[in-house]
């Protein structure tokens, strides 16, 4: 069975800080990994994915993401927030199969 | 990229009306489609996985004959909610996916659904 879980329901920066958010995934099999971003009233947009290439998965808006086997991690970074950065963050594990496991959710809040 | 649209964005209806909503992916072919609710400041919660040409499958706790589920085509897939009352008031988001397993989701832009 897959799980993930992301650590922080709500994370706070300033604009120009880098951003960090954490997820940890659990999994039987090498995992699919993902990461959606969500504005408010809309659907899931893709930042990035990994699927079993490079380690360090680079994504758009400037966004990032290193898969850690070892740590079962795939934590999202950004090295210098803007305003538009504010919103949901959802980081998701697939087991090569039909289901895509999503975790909580991190808002996002960016301070001018 | 690949596009996925969902039809209406926003549906404000009586209780006992039944309501369609249309996912269509634009520009790929959607062997998968998935149904999502999502519930104010919490995460997806699918309901059900639907392949072209079969059966959906529903998650368990969720109400096939109140949510019918139709993958007619490629391209297309609805879901119907059946004689809505206001506890079936949520934001629904279907997403699509083609080809391989490792291919990620893609979602359309979710219908509010609002049953007075």
């Not at chain 1, 999202?76 to 895509?100: I, R």
């Not at chain 2, 297309?76 to 699509?96: G, Q, R």
């Amino acid at each position: 069975a897959q799980s993930v879980t992301q650590l922080g329901s709500h994370v706070s920066v300033s604009e120009g800080a880098l951003v960090l958010l954490r997820c940890n995934y659990s999994s039987s099999v090498p995992p699919y990994l993902f990461w959606y971003v969500q504005y408010p009233n809309q659907g899931l947009q893709l930042l990035l994915k990994y699927t079993s290439a490079a380690t360090l998965v680079k994504g758009i808006n400037g966004f990032e993401a290193e898969f850690k086997k070892s740590e079962t991690s795939f934590h999202l970074t950004k090295p210098s927030a803007h305003m538009s950065d504010a919103a949901e963050y959802f980081c998701a594990v697939s087991d090569q199969g039909f289901k895509t496991i999503f975790g909580a959710g991190t808002r996002l809040f960016v301070k001018a | 990229g690949a596009v996925v649209s969902q039809h209406p964005s926003r549906v404000i209806c009586k209780s006992g009306t039944s309501v369609k909503i249309e996912c269509r992916s634009l520009d790929f072919q959607a062997t998968t489609m998935f149904w999502y609710r999502q519930f104010p400041k919490q995460s997806l919660m699918l309901m059900a996985t639907s392949n072209e040409g079969s059966k959906a499958t529903y998650e368990q706790g969720v109400e096939k004959d109140k949510f019918l589920i139709n993958h007619a085509s490629l391209t297309l897939s609805t879901l119907t909610v059946t004689s809505a009352h206001p506890e079936d008031s949520s934001f629904y988001i279907c997403s699509a996916r083609g080809g391989q397993t490792n291919q990620p989701q893609h979602f359309g832009d979710g219908t509010r659904l609002s049953i007075l």
